[in-house]
């Protein structure tokens, strides 16, 4: 059965970092592209970052470019994203996410399909 376990959120003050991390298991992870979401309730999910099956590739929404870093060690099944220089802003759940087999990156929810619980961020001002 496939299982994406993210970790490594918590609470840290506004300019601070983290970095979340997603295990991957029960897929060829290696042969998925991945990406990362977020969401605050009552809102849409959100589109963070993505990256291709070899890391040759990544794609990053506009407000988080700059700061946040996604990557992935195919060897260890895991894809991660640094998150530097934070803002109340990013205050959210964070999913990673599995991109369907033979699509390309993008931001849309509906081209992933499996999905990790989530794991929480607080930004504090």
């Known amino acids: 059965q496939v299982q994406l376990v993210e970790s490594g959120g918590g609470l840290v003050q506004a300019g601070g970092s983290l970095r979340l991390s997603c295990a991957a298991s029960g897929l060829a992870f290696s042969s998925r592209a991945m990406g990362w979401f977020r969401q605050v309730p009552g809102k849409p999910r959100e589109f963070v970052a993505a990256i291709t099956r070899s890391a040759d590739s990544t794609l990053y929404a506009d407000s988080v470019k700059g700061r946040l870093t996604i990557s992935r060690d195919n060897a260890k099944n895991t894809v991660y994203l640094q998150m530097n220089n934070l803002k109340p802003e990013d205050t959210a759940v964070y999913y990673c996410?599995?991109?369907?087999?033979?699509?390309?990156?993008?931001?849309?929810?509906?081209?992933?399909?499996?999905w990790g619980q989530g794991t929480q961020v607080i930004v504090s001002s």
């Open positions: 996410a599995a991109v369907a087999p033979y699509l390309a990156l993008g931001g849309a929810a509906s081209r992933y399909d499996y």
